[in-house]
């Protein structure tokens, strides 16, 4: 390893990450072969102490890197594998998903964040349309230290989220919708546009983006 990174060839794994943010460098997972996934993760488990996380990677190969690599741990419905998860920290989450179809992403927010130390509570079908099933968890959610609010659609969600709780909101949408959703231009679009002063918003579909933001909001509070 030279310059806080290690020169695998076909990878660069930043072995240094950890040192300036506080998180080893996470590994995106399409694209790239089970053999350079376990390669790269060698690499980081090597150069790191805290967890190492690889996203989005379909059930096979997850078999062949848990295979070769040991103690890593796959969650099927995030499609993440993680080794050496992060210890608790005291900064509570709620992953709040509009719908059903929105679980997927939520999942990958939730997995990811207790992944990386953070305590989470999930809150499933609270959408928009029958606004009544939010306001019974109300109360809940303004206990939170930060809320994830994810949603496709229209991406209402989070406005009504944000006009009802003052800790921090992050907002992700999701390509969950028919032909105007636009692939989750529509929803992301209206969370960029919303009324409630002060909403984070995430790349679509990006549950992973929302989890390490709501990390960086922990880590500035210690």
Known sequence: MTRGFEDLGYARPDT????????????????????????????????NEGPVLVTRIDPDDAAAVTAAVAGGRYDPVARLLVWRPAAERPFEVVVVAAGTSD???????????????????????????????????VDELAAADAVICVAGMEGALPSVVGGLVGCP??????????????????????????????????????????????????????
């Open 103 to 137: 679980g997927p992403v939520a999942a990958e927010a939730a997995a990811v964040a207790r992944a990386i130390g953070l305590r989470v509570r999930e809150v499933h079908d609270v959408g928009v349309a029958g606004v009544h099933r939010l306001l019974a968890v």
């Open 16 to 47: 240094d990450r950890e040192a300036r943010m506080g998180l080893p460098e996470v590994v995106y997972g399409p694209g790239k072969t089970s053999e350079q996934v376990i390669g790269v993760v060698r690499s980081l488990l090597a150069g």
């Open 169 to 222: 909101v992050i907002a992700v949408p999701t390509s969950v919708g028919y032909g105007a959703v636009l692939g989750g231009v529509t929803p992301l679009l209206a969370m960029i546009s919303s009324c409630a002063a002060g909403v984070v918003v995430v790349n679509i579909d990006s549950g992973f983006g929302a989890a390490v933001a709501a990390h960086r909001m922990a880590v500035a509070r210690r």
